[in-house]
């Protein structure tokens, strides 16, 4: 048995006026409350610091650069890292990340028991638009305000397991698990931000998009039997309502947690990585299954060409 106690910390609303240190704070109590129930990984969510800024449109896109990190720990974030490192708790969250160089990332950080950097991901897939979009009723921006990753989708060795994160997006697109799972990953951990309703499709409100989080996820987890702990920042920011449904899926793709509200909540689970073995053994053998002479079109093409 190779247990890990993980909290999923989900985060209510960030206002676009609320300081990084009112978030740490936050961020400080949900730790607290892992603590407390034992957790030796607590996971946030996507651009865990700051409101979805995204949604708003700005022509000088260096004006957005306020809501990026340029070093990682830093002042606002060094209390996290303190009090992870005193508690022994391994952490991962989101951020907006601008390097010295001046690459603008969606990014998300593992730190270990120690307090290590141990694994940085950037988002691959970034949904939205770049240019503002008078049909939208808000707007999602991320194309305008990140570059799409560099790093693609890594898995470390770390916390007696093999873990690997993705970002909100990512979650939805078969590839990046299938990715981390031919790396032989034992828990994927998710960050998102996702509206509650589709600008373009009045038909696509909460509850699809509860649905469609909880479809991703799982079968994520099942297709390549992995623990995903998938954590949401929810609520209503500044009028843009994002859903909740924070998750916790196991090897076998079944919810074992799911957040109930849409404020800052905190799911505890214990999660045994031995329990990834079996399904890796046999339906998902991947090496005893896969037939890679027929899946060329996956990565050769981007986009679909129908018959003719
Ligand atoms: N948010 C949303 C997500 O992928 C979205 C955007 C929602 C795309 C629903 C497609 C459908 O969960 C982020 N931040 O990627």
């Known amino acids: 048995m190779r247990l ?26 949900l730790m607290d409350g892992a603590k407390s129930r034992g957790a030796d990984l607590i996971v946030y969510p996507e651009l865990a610091l700051t409101t979805f800024f995204p949604r708003w449109y700005v022509e000088e896109t260096a004006e957005a650069d306020r809501w990026f990190e340029k070093t990682m720990p830093n002042e606002a974030t060094a209390p996290l890292f303190e009090r992870a490192r005193s508690y022994g708790m391994g952490m991962s969250f989101g951020y907006a990340e601008l390097t010295e160089d001046g690459h603008h990332f969606n990014t998300s950080i593992l730190v ?29 921006l991320e194309k305008r305000y990140f570059e799409p990753g560099d790093t693609g989708f890594k898995a470390w060795r770390t916390m007696g397991g093999i873990f690997g994160m993705c970002i909100c ?11 981390l799972g031919l790396q032989g990953v034992e828990m994927v951990l998710i960050g998102y931000n996702t509206p509650a309703v589709n600008p373009l499709r009045d038909a696509e409100g909460p509850s699809e998009r509860l649905f469609h989080n909880r479809l991703s996820v799982q079968a994520g987890a099942y297709q390549n039997s992995a623990w995903v702990v998938s954590v949401a920042k929810a609520g209503i920011e500044d009028g843009h309502h994002l859903i909740g449904g924070s998750l916790i899926v196991n090897p076998a793709g079944e919810i074992v947690a799911e957040a109930k509200t849409e404020g800052d909540e905190l799911l505890v689970h214990g999660c045994d990585l031995d329990d990834t073995v079996f399904g890796k053994k046999t339906v998902f053998d991947f090496a005893r299954h896969r037939r890679i002479e027929h899946y060329g079109l996956i990565s050769e093409q981007t986009g679909v060409i129908a018959p003719e």
Do not use: C
């Not at 970034?126 to 939208?136: F, Q, T, V």
């Not at 997006?169 to 990715?179: A, L, S």
């Open 4 to 29: 890990i106690n993980v909290a999923a910390a989900q985060l209510g609303p960030i206002q676009k006026g609320d300081t990084r240190d009112a978030v740490v704070s936050r961020m400080l109590a």
């Open 112 to 140: 270990d028991q120690s307090g290590t950097i141990v694994g940085k991901y950037r988002k691959t897939h970034l949904p939205g638009h770049a240019e503002y979009s008078k049909e939208r009723s808000f707007q999602h």
């Open 169 to 179: 997006n990512d979650r939805r697109w078969p590839e990046t698990y299938r990715v």
